[in-house]
Every structure is written in structure tokens, then in C-alpha cells.
């Protein structure tokens, strides 16, 4: 299957469109309602579906165990973290502070997205304060480091250095919506912010990357939703497209790192350019109900690598629907190179067992 390369070599080929072999990475999560469900329909108890299935880690941040909290790429690293505390608590609703100082509304019973009341940085004096817990030099970060990287020799799985992204740090901190004021009324908040994020960002990297040698460099933003991106064009390239240089540019001359992969959902089309004018190189995960065809994105940008873009919802059929789905797009994409064919999100629990089985056989029946 690997034609005798490791799955690190696998994956450094395909993203530098060299050829080779696939590694597999069909599914880059499930849902906990997802695997609930399978475990009635066939997937054997306590078994991890990724290793049942076969499906190489890429999503994974390293040192396990390590306490910088690599593993929290959706919220900025904090140390120390907010102390979490209910705030209101009915029969229906607790109202709570979480670890990373958003307080939200969270239901009881039954599964829902939380609502989230307020963010850590109402005004500038906040942002000091917060700023406290975002310190790169805070020794307690690398405990351990010099065991834990040990432990990581001769490895044969894919590791990457994840960070939260700039975008995805403002939101954070701000909250979408009032994010949007801000990048109006406080553009000198903003710059300082991400000022401070790069330095965070390649201070870590500073530490971790001569002790650890990572494959990649990951990115979240979930910048965009299903009609366009949360920030303008015009806002990116002002405020986010010179840190993203900068950060690239130390992580390339300082570290050796040559693949910078972004992770956002959504309808990112007018943005992909600037992701690419800012050294990024591989994006995921190509959403396709938000129009994110990977075959169109790779007319317009042939260079960029690309890692899903396989609609989830053809697993809601049965064979003949994923059949079609992986019959027009896939082939002509491995044919092309840089590409990893993958679902276009985690898979939701609308999803059978036996669906997701027909679904790898059929993709891998293509990828050879």
C-alpha cells in the first residue's frame, strides 16, 4: 500500500506533488455522536475508528502530553488558563466561564452548539490582562520537553506544529461580531494583537521546533462561512498578509519548515489568493456545500496543495451515490497530484457504519 515509504514520506510527496503513494487520510475526525452510533452498527467496542479503519493521523500536534497545550489549536494556548466556574446554572442551562475566558450557555440534555454571551477582550485594558497568559517564554510550557521529544525518535507518524491562526485569535478574543466593529474602530488594538501573535507564534516555535522535528505547519482560522469569508479582502491583506509573512517567512529561514497548511470551513474563495501570497501552500478541508469544488479550485490555483473536498453528505445515500461522487472528482485530481482525497469535515452521525465501509472501499479502490 505505502510502496515501502513511511507515511511521513508519503506525505511530504503528495503535498509537493512528487507522486508516490497515498497516505490515508479519508477522515480527519469523527463526531461523538458518530462513533455512538457505529459501535450499534459493527465498529467493535472501545476501538478507535482511525486505527480500525487504517487511517494515518495528520491532525495531530506534538509533544503528546506536552504542557504547552498544542493540542487546543481551536483556542489561543493560554498559561495559565481561565479558572472555567458556573455562573448560572437552571434545570435546562448552566451559563458558564470556560478555560478559555468565553462565557457561554450550554444545554443540559441532547447535543447543541453552546451560546456564547461574551469574549475575553471588551477594550484595550482587557487585552493586557489576557495578553499575561500568551507569554512564549513561560517556562512551565516545556516540561518534559527533552523526554517527551526523545520519545519521538524514528518515528513513523505525521506530526504537525499547530497554532491558532491570527484570524482565529481575534475571534477568539473578540467574538465574530465583534470583531468586525473593532477591525473598524480599534485598528491600533488590532495591529498590537497581531504583533503579539507573531511573536507568541515564533517564540514557541523558537523552543519546540530544535527539540521536535515536526512535518508541517498548521493553521486554524474557520474564517468563513457558507456564502463568503468573516473578514474582507481588503481587511486581510491590511492587517492579517504581513503577519502571515513574517511568521512563514521565520518558520521557513529559521526552522525549515516548507508546508504551511490552513484549516477553514467555509466559502474561501476570495481569500485563497492571499493565503497563497502569504506562503501557505496546502488548504483544507474544501467545503463543498459551501462551493469549495476542489476541481475548480485547482484551475485557478494549480500550485496549492488541497486536503478534502469528498461532500459528506453523499455518505447520507447509499454505494451508487459515493460512487459519483468519487468517480468525477478524485481521479482527475490524484492524476494531477497534490491532492488527499478526504471527506470535506468530520463525519456527522448522519452517516451509517456500512455507508462509511462502502465509502473506503470505493475511495480506496481509486487511490490504488
Not at 155 to 179: H, K, S, V
Not at 246 to 267: A, C, K, P, T, Y
Request: glycine content about 10%; proline content about 8%.
Amino acid at each position: 500500500m505505502s510502496g515501502g515509504a513511511s507515511a511521513r514520506q508519503r506525505f511530504r510527496q503528495t503535498a509537493l506533488f512528487e507522486g508516490g503513494a497515498l497516505p490515508h487520510f479519508e477522515a480527519g475526525g469523527f463526531w461523538d455522536e458518530t462513533i455512538e452510533r457505529w459501535r450499534g452498527e459493527g465498529l467493535p467496542a472501545a476501538e478507535d475508528p482511525r486505527r480500525y479503519f487504517g487511517i494515518d493521523a495528520y491532525m495531530d500536534n506534538a509533544p503528546p502530553g506536552l504542557a504547552y497545550h498544542t493540542d487546543r489549536v481551536i483556542t489561543p494556548p493560554y498559561w495559565p488558563a481561565f479558572a472555567p466556574r458556573v455562573l448560572e446554572e437552571t434545570d435546562e442551562s448552566v451559563i458558564e466561564l470556560r478555560d478559555d475566558g468565553i462565557v457561554a450557555r450550554r444545554r443540559l440534555r441532547g447535543t447543541s452548539v453552546p451560546q456564547f454571551i461574551s469574549y475575553p477582550v471588551q477594550s484595550p485594558a482587557d487585552w493586557d490582562a489576557v495578553k499575561a497568559r500568551l507569554d512564549p517564554h513561560t517556562p512551565e510550557r516545556y516540561s518534559g520537553l527533552d523526554a517527551v521529544a526523545a520519545g519521538l525518535g524514528g518515528r513513523d507518524f505525521i506530526l504537525r506544529f499547530g497554532l491558532c491562526g491570527a484570524y482565529g485569535t481575534l475571534r477568539n478574543l473578540f467574538g465574530p461580531e465583534n470583531l468586525c466593529y473593532a477591525l473598524y474602530d480599534s485598528p491600533e488594538l488590532i495591529r498590537r494583537i497581531l504583533r503579539h501573535w507573531v511573536e507568541f507564534s515564533c517564540g514557541i516555535a523558537d523552543r519546540l521546533c530544535p527539540a521536535v522535528d515536526f512535518d508541517y505547519v498548521f493553521l486554524w482560522e474557520d474564517m468563513a462561512f457558507k456564502t463568503g469569508p468573516l473578514v474582507s479582502p481588503a481587511h486581510f491583506s491590511e492587517f492579517i498578509l504581513p503577519c502571515y509573512q513574517e511568521l512563514i517567512g521565520h518558520l521557513r529561514s529559521r526552522h525549515g519548515f516548507d508546508l504551511f497548511m490552513v484549516d477553514s470551513d467555509g466559502n474561501d474563495w476570495e481569500l485563497l489568493p492571499l493565503f497563497i501570497d502569504a506562503g501557505v501552500n496546502i488548504f483544507t478541508p474544501l467545503e463543498i456545500a459551501a462551493g469549495m469544488e476542489p476541481l475548480e479550485i485547482r484551475k485557478r490555483h494549480p500550485g496549492l496543495a488541497l486536503l478534502g473536498g469528498i461532500d459528506k453528505r453523499a455518505l447520507f445515500g447509499g454505494r451508487e451515490a459515493i460512487r459519483r461522487e468519487i468517480g468525477w472528482k478524485v481521479p482527475p485530481l490524484l492524476a494531477q497530484g497534490g491532492f488527499f482525497p478526504s471527506l470535506d469535515h468530520h463525519v456527522p452521525a448522519d452517516v451509517s457504519f456500512e455507508n462509511f465501509c462502502i465509502y473506503l472501499e470505493e475511495l480506496r479502490a481509486v487511490q490504488g
